[in-house]
Nanobody
């Protein structure tokens, strides 16, 4: 069992930056693939970014955030980060961290992930 706790959300003006953190419990964090998803009011949850443990390609991004967001992990701290730059009002959502025990075949699909955090709100004002 893995528990995930997100932090770092808040209110920011368009063009600003935020860094989200997701702290994970457990001693096997380094073995998990980690992902970030988001859900805006009235919309379905959507993929944002993923970082894979052992793969030729280690990071994945949604087209809408590519070049603006960066996912990274610090296995010594059991933490995954999402650096968000050049934020836009359409980035406003609750952001969720997720962990997959097995390397996902489709990192952008939420069903690949076994554990989820409670979410952190990101609001970007225009």
């Amino acid at each position: 069992q893995v528990q995930l706790v997100e932090s770092g959300g808040g209110l920011v003006q368009a063009g600003g930056s935020l860094r989200l953190s997701c702290a994970a419990s457990g001693r096997t964090f380094s073995r998990y693939a980690m992902g970030w998803f988001r859900q805006a009011p009235g919309k379905e949850r959507e993929f944002v970014a993923a970082i894979i443990v052992a793969a030729i390609r280690s990071t994945y991004y949604a087209d809408s955030v590519k070049g603006r967001f960066t996912i990274s992990r610090d296995n010594a701290k059991n933490t995954v980060y999402l650096q968000m730059n050049s934020l836009k009002p359409e980035d406003t959502a609750v952001y969720y961290c997720a962990a997959a025990a097995k390397t996902p075949s489709w990192p952008s699909h939420s069903y690949e992930y076994d554990f989820w955090g409670q979410g952190t709100q990101v609001t970007v004002s225009s």
